[in-house]
């Protein structure tokens, strides 16, 4: 019995070598088969693009260092600023505080001059997140996104209102 060449011919990108031994009751055995060269294997094959290999390279959206500034309005409290990643600032946590925790004092944060972010007795905290056009920001009260522009951390006496 002859073997036909449309065997040893997958595709016409595809060489074969073949090392056959014998032919025996319609079966060829195959001791060695190697790709000898592949130009192309989608005529034998269906194939999907390899994706681009994921990198870890820092956020296009890391923002600056946070920073307190000073009121001439009220006393001042002391803030600090945590970050998740010290080479790439996405998010915040911005915590001021009483220097004399002593007194009790309401430690407030103030944005932009006259929006109150959070207040609490001695110490309070607020998240920021760095948005795409790389400025921090904040959700109000009202669940709006408010670009930080300033930030102060103060206190002030608040347990007897109208008393001077």
């Known amino acids: 019995m002859k073997s036909s060449g449309c065997c040893l011919m997958l595709c016409s990108w595809i060489r074969l070598r073949l090392h056959v031994i014998y032919c025996s ?9 190697s790709i000898v ?18 990198t870890t390279t820092p956020s296009s959206f890391c923002c ?3 920073n307190q ?27 001021c ?10 430690a407030a944060i103030v944005l932009n001059n006259n929006t109150f972010l959070a207040q609490g007795l001695n110490q309070v905290s607020a998240q ?10 904040v959700t109000g009260n009202s669940s709006q996104t408010i670009v930080i522009q300033n ?9 007897t209102p109208g008393r001077k």
């Open 64 to 66: 600056g260092n946070l």
């Open 97 to 106: 505080f009483n220097p004399v925790p002593q007194i009790n004092l309401t």
């Open 151 to 159: 930030l102060f951390c103060i206190v002030a006496d608040t347990s």
């Open 25 to 33: 009751t319609l079966r060829w055995s195959i001791i060695v088969a």
């Open 69 to 95: 500034t000073i009121s001439d309005q009220f006393a001042d409290g002391v803030m600090n600023f945590t970050y998740n990643n010290p080479a790439c600032h996405t998010q915040a946590t911005m915590t």
């Open 37 to 54: 060269f592949i130009n192309q294997v989608s005529c034998c094959m269906p194939t999907q693009p390899t994706p681009p290999p994921t």
């Open 128 to 137: 920021a997140t760095c948005n795409a056009n790389r400025a921090w920001t």
